[in-house]
């Protein structure tokens, strides 16, 4: 069955879901591998291997959602809950130009935090026009399906009315958090009062319509099976096929920019005392990376996840398909909040590249070289 797998990714033909469940089972790690290079080294000719200079700013962890898999939330009215004020993100934001420079639109501002029943779109509206205002480095990459849908019912407002607004004051592009597994017989499971796989689509379509970038991610190793990851791979791929349809037909010019795949880190959450699986591998990430690269044929950018899997891993899976290392994130406070996480200096990214025996260079958020 891989033979003739093969054979499809030599002449460039579309994998079904059935030759991505063999690709999946297929024991022999390295075999996968050597697909996957190959599929990236056809997108990404040459060794550079990019990376981002950027901040993650957590604006608050009040959230009455409660997903199962989330150790980072205060419920609301809980002591433990905040949202940070204005003057505290622009001391983080000063730190990261500290860091970026003057670059213009160089400096990638990731913001995201719980479902606060709080803040409403005025709130954004008015924080991102400032900080439009205050930092032309900062290329403002912020808030995610699920906060993009809770603003839009809390303010009253369609999802495409919010995405417009929030543009309006300053909103460049969605993270492609909350998509966990995009099926809602998992989703149900972990995550019940948050937005249905439609829903988190929705969004995303949304945006990419009024031309906006996303990135898509997946949240793997809860309570899924293997179909429903390969499910999940199929609705990114079907997206990036809408988008990029209305993008050649000249109606829209949003897409997702990348694909980043990252392990369920189970402590401290509610899942972690009913659950009787062992917490993924470094093998397990590698195989889930090497799918993605030979699946996703349409998306050209893989993140790497070393914030769970450490750069030692991060460096072997850029034999596995991946070609960019992500952002310096500086802090962070989610996947964190629930166990492993690793997080490392600009100089650090440069060196762990280069000793991987690939060119690093930095990107921005559009993902073009700056440097
Ligand atoms: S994952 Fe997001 S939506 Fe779910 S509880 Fe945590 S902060 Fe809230």
């Not at 005025?122 to 290329?139: A, D, G, K, N, S």
């Not at 990419?208 to 609705?235: D, V």
Request: glycine share 8%; hydrophobic share 40%; net charge negative.
């Amino acid at each position: 069955m891989l033979k003739q797998i093969e054979k499809k990714v030599v002449a460039g033909e579309r994998l079904t879901v059935a030759d991505a469940t063999a690709v999946y089972f297929h024991s022999n790690l390295l075999e996968l591998a050597g697909m996957a290079d190959f599929v990236r080294r056809r997108k990404h000719t040459g060794t550079t291997v990019t990376y981002n200079v950027g901040r993650n700013i957590n604006y608050t962890n009040i959230c009455w959602v409660k997903c199962k898999f989330c150790n980072f939330y205060a419920a609301p009215g809980s002591p433990d809950g905040y949202t940070l004020p204005h003057d505290e993100i622009f001391a983080k934001i000063d730190e990261l130009i500290a860091v970026g420079g003057d670059v213009p639109h160089g400096c990638e501002l990731l913001m995201q935090g719980g479902l606060n029943p709080k803040l409403r779109v005025e709130y954004f509206e008015e924080l991102f026009v400032e900080i439009t205002r205050r930092y032309p480095q900062v290329y403002l990459h912020a808030l995610s399906a699920t906060e993009i849908i809770y603003i839009a019912h809390i303010s009253k407002l369609t999802i495409e009315e919010t995405l417009r607004r929030l543009r309006q004051a300053g909103l460049q592009s969605l993270p492609g958090a909350g998509a966990e597994i995009l099926s809602d017989a998992v989703r149900d499971q972990i995550a019940f009062r948050k937005d249905t796989t439609d829903e988190w689509l929705e969004v995303h379509r949304a945006a990419h319509h009024i031309g906006m970038n996303t990135t898509a991610t997946m949240m793997y190793g809860s309570l899924e099976a293997a179909e429903q990851r390969i499910e999940h791979l199929e609705l990114i791929r079907q997206t990036q096929d809408i988008a990029l349809r209305e993008i050649g037909s000249g109606r829209g010019g949003g897409k997702f920019t990348a694909f980043i795949a990252w392990d369920f880190q189970p402590e401290g959450t509610e899942l972690q005392s009913n659950w009787d699986r062992r917490k993924s591998t470094g093998a397990e990430y590698l195989r889930m990376v090497a799918l993605s690269r030979i699946f996703l044929d349409n998306i050209d950018n893989l993140q790497a996840s070393y914030v769970t899997q450490g750069s030692k891993i991060a460096q072997i899976a850029l034999r596995y398909g991946l070609n960019d290392f992500g952002s310096s994130m500086m802090e962070e406070n989610v996947v964190s909040a629930a166990g492993t996480f690793h997080l490392m200096p600009i100089s650090e990214f440069c060196r762990v590249i280069a000793e991987a025996g690939y060119e690093p260079r930095r990107r921005n958020t559009r993902y073009e070289f700056i440097e």
